[in-house]
């Protein structure tokens, strides 16, 4: 036997499947190929192949039927699906049924080829790892507070994604946990070892979107002072979370798709692609579909970061997970400050679980760390959630009442007055108003009299 990895090609154009044996064994593939799906599957039963290849649209038994009879026999199979655009859907759903990827006709070989090593390389990984996921199972796997049924199916999904390099979406409001979610998918994958890096495309200046995505070259332009990597090169052999992926502008978003295709960057100012092996999660709290019917982000873009999607529901929607979060919080409080222990009394507890909580998981986080950092006993109570606030809230409004301030002005001065609690730092100042950097700017250069920019310089 061949020591090359072994591959099936199914398609009933005989010139295709000619074609496809050819052009993989000069690619370093050790090629088999098949025009009818029923004589694929016996040959399945009786040989090892590493990755089956399989058109969808075929007569008598169509390419994702293919795949479900394989994966009822060998769960553990790789299949790859080739598809006309027209039917990307059908592929997206495919790839939730289990299919490692999908490439979109008509495709170069060079393509497809690197989909293959690609799928190959993750087998491997996870065939290496699966000692250490098995030890993981005994009290060493990734946390995820949870106790509600709606999120243990999400982290479960999300724990099942881990497995695939294929990209993950993630909806749901602002501040329901998509970051935690996001870095629990690359703390259970196969990359795990790899840098998780974190971008806000909210947060990005509009003139530079592009370098801080795939790098820039010393001299591409006045202040490119020297060579600077992307966000790509950073993840590389990682993990990319693409925050708000909604803002991203629509004359970036073709050229994030060809990424996503070739696994290649063009830094700004280069003449060659350099390698970009980063997996992607993605994550928005805008209904990204109608971004699409209104023409503001690409519907193929869409479709390929669309493929797994995990929707996280509001807090409020699940009020049970608000005790497993308080408690891991305070334990990794009391970790962080080297205290004993610190704890929360039931009826603290109980007032907590009777909260809305309009800033979902991050709001409730803001609150126990606000608590904990104003106490000095080991246990909270009611009071240290309630009497400070409402004190300092009421005398707060109280003054802007009597001084008769509109609604703007209120807002300014609040905006004043938490910037000046975190000294001038923008970036803390925009998490504890709950908007985004961009946001904060514009609003600042309200405050001093200053017409807003796009730009949002570092702190």
């Not at 154009?13 to 098949?34: H, M, P, Y």
């Not at 038994?61 to 990307?88: D, W």
């Not at 009299?449 to 310089?457: A, W």
Request: charged share 30%; proline share 5%.
């Amino acid at each position: 036997m061949s020591g090359e990895p072994r591959v099936l090609v199914v398609d009933d154009d005989a010139d295709v499947v000619a074609w496809l044996v050819e052009s993989l064994g000069e690619e370093g593939f050790d090629t088999a190929g098949e025009t009818d799906a029923r004589a694929a599957l016996q040959r399945i039963a009786v040989e090892s192949f590493d990755v089956v290849v399989s058109d969808v649209e075929m007569p008598g038994m169509r390419g994702t039927q293919l795949l479900q009879a394989i994966l009822k026999e060998r769960p553990q199979q790789a299949v790859l699906l080739i598809t006309a655009f027209g039917s990307i859907d059908l592929a997206v759903d495919s790839v939730r049924s289990g299919a490692v990827d999908f490439i979109a006709k008509p495709f170069r070989i060079e393509v497809l080829a690197l989909a293959l090593r690609r799928a190959l390389r993750e087998r491997q990984l996870r065939r290496e790892l699966s000692t250490l996921r098995a030890s993981a199972r005994s009290g060493g796997r990734p946390r995820f507070a949870v106790q509600s049924s709606v999120m243990k199916s999400a982290v479960e999904l999300a724990r099942r994604a881990a497995n695939s390099h294929l990209p993950v979406m993630l909806t749901g409001e602002s501040g329901v946990g998509k970051g935690a979610l996001a870095r629990f998918v690359h703390e259970c994958s196969p990359r795990s070892a790899g840098a998780f890096v974190h971008l806000n495309c909210a947060a990005l200046p509009a003139g530079l979107v592009e370098a801080e995505l795939f790098g820039v070259r010393r001299g591409a332009f006045t202040d490119a002072r020297e060579d600077r990597p992307g966000v790509f090169a950073q993840a590389h052999g990682g993990t990319l979370f693409l925050d708000e992926i909604g803002e991203l502008p629509l004359e970036i978003q073709p050229k994030l798709l060809q990424v996503l295709e070739s696994s290649r960057v063009r830094p700004v100012g280069a003449s060659q692609d350099v390698p970009a092996d980063a997996r992607i999660v993605a994550a928005t709290n805008q209904p990204l579909e109608e971004s699409v019917q209104r023409r503001r982000f690409r519907a193929d873009l869409y479709h390929r970061l669309n493929v797994l999607r995990i929707e996280i529901p509001p807090l409020r929607e699940r009020p049970e997970d608000i005790e497993p979060i308080v408690l891991q919080a305070l334990g990794d409080i009391a970790q962080r400050a080297g205290r004993a222990q610190l704890s929360i009394a039931p009826e603290a507890l109980r007032r907590l679980e009777a909260r809305a909580w309009p800033g979902n998981v991050r709001e409730l986080l803001n609150a126990i760390e606000r608590a904990a950092a104003l106490t000095d006993r080991d246990v909270l109570t009611p009071e240290d959630f309630e009497p400070r606030d409402q004190a300092s809230h009421a005398a707060f409004l109280d003054l802007a009442i009597e001084r008769d301030l509109s609604l703007q002005e209120l807002e300014q001065a609040y905006i004043a007055r938490i910037l000046r609690k975190v000294g001038g730092h923008k970036g803390n100042a925009a998490r504890i108003l709950g908007v985004d950097r961009r946001t904060l700017y514009r609003k600042v250069a309200e405050l001093e009299g200053r017409e807003p920019t796009d730009d949002v310089p570092g702190e």
